[in-house]
């Protein structure tokens, strides 16, 4: 029970920090290339967490040698997804780079199922849900159609350039449910939410590095203490989230992650409210709303049909 409500305490830290990092990064992305922002975030998140395995957890060490594969498995689909969700939120707004994002992984999981790619106790999906999925496709398309119209709440937005920005978030969300998919086998085989953080970030980490040090790049003009300051806002709005994430799903059950997990989009919506680049449209609000509600339902029924499908396996 315990280890249930900490699970709890990460995911419910985990969507609100990913509220504050995707309005943060919208900003952020005004003034920084996208593998700058890469190459000083996971960066900083490699030296970070493979430190800390090293110090705490070296034993993990020959697990993550016997999953090579997993392990770079994981670093590949870790870095197409978060390279493309960067391109997402420099040119949409966070709200629908965030619902795209999210509302592309349910129906991710049925074709990542068919290539042969799934957990190990997925339970058939029936019509109900199959319904909910629907519902959930018919928001993205609406939310698509907002951005491409021009209804949303960036003024001006080109309909290439928004059309892009949907098409890279719906692209990293389907690749990141593959990367899900991949994490949960490694914790199946005993290695750890630490080394997995530790170890996935470090192709992208590289490939960043290595395009900002072939030409100029906006990191270049930045002081010490710039610099050191914007580490410091990584480790907080986009290291530590990821970390709490990857800890909330290992020590909680499907329906307590999916049900906080569910309501991404809304943080995000509300934290844009406040404090983001632009206010949400009256579109906006309607499509997360929507999205909100398939979710949720979507959520429950996957919980209520795995529970029936394990009893009836024993």
């Given amino acids: ?25 919208g900003h952020l992305f005004d003034t920084q290339g996208i593998f700058e922002v890469a190459v000083v975030g996971f960066g900083t998140a490699v030296a970070l ?25 994981v670093n590949l689909t870790t870095a197409a997804a978060w390279l493309s969700y960067f391109g997402a939120l420099s040119r949409v707004e966070p709200t629908a780079a965030n619902l795209v994002f999210s509302g592309i992984a349910p129906l991710s999981v049925g074709v990542l199922a068919r290539l ?32 491409v ?4 709440s960036l003024p001006g937005l080109a309909p290439v350039r928004g059309a892009l920005g949907v098409c890279l978030a719906a692209a990293s969300g389907f690749i990141i449910t593959a990367e899900s998919v991949l994490a949960k086998q490694m914790n199946e085989r005993g290695i750890s939410a630490l080394a997995i953080v530790g170890v996935r970030f470090a192709l992208i980490a590289l490939i960043a590095l290595v395009v900002t040090t072939r030409g100029p790049n906006t990191l270049t003009p930045l002081s010490i203490t710039q610099i050191a300051a914007l580490i410091g806002m990584f480790a907080a709005v986009l290291i530590l989230p990821i970390y709490l994430a990857q800890l909330g799903l290992q020590l909680t059950s499907p329906l307590t992650s999916g049900v906080v997990l569910s309501f991404g989009p809304a943080a995000v919506l509300a934290l844009q409210a406040s404090r983001g680049r632009a206010l949400p449209s009256g579109w906006m609000f309607v499509v997360v709303a929507a999205y909100a509600s398939c979710s949720l339902l979507s959520v429950l029924l996957r919980t209520a ?3 029936k499908y394990a ?3 024993v």
């Fill in 149 to 152: 119209s021009e209804h949303s």
């Fill in 311 to 313: 009893a009836n396996a």
């Fill in 1 to 25: 029970m315990r280890q249930a409500n900490i699970g709890l305490a990460c995911l419910l830290f985990f969507v609100i920090g990913q509220a504050v990092r995707d309005t943060w990064l």
């Fill in 305 to 307: 049909r795995t529970q």
């Fill in 116 to 147: 042969g790619l799934r957990a190990s106790d997925i339970a058939p999906v029936a019509r109900s849900e199959q319904a909910l999925h629907a519902g959930i496709g018919v928001c993205l398309i609406l939310l698509a159609w907002v951005v």
């Fill in 49 to 73: 967490f493979v430190t800390l395995m090293l110090v705490a957890a070296r034993s993990q060490l020959s697990l993550l040698v016997r999953h090579y594969r997993l392990v770079l498995a």
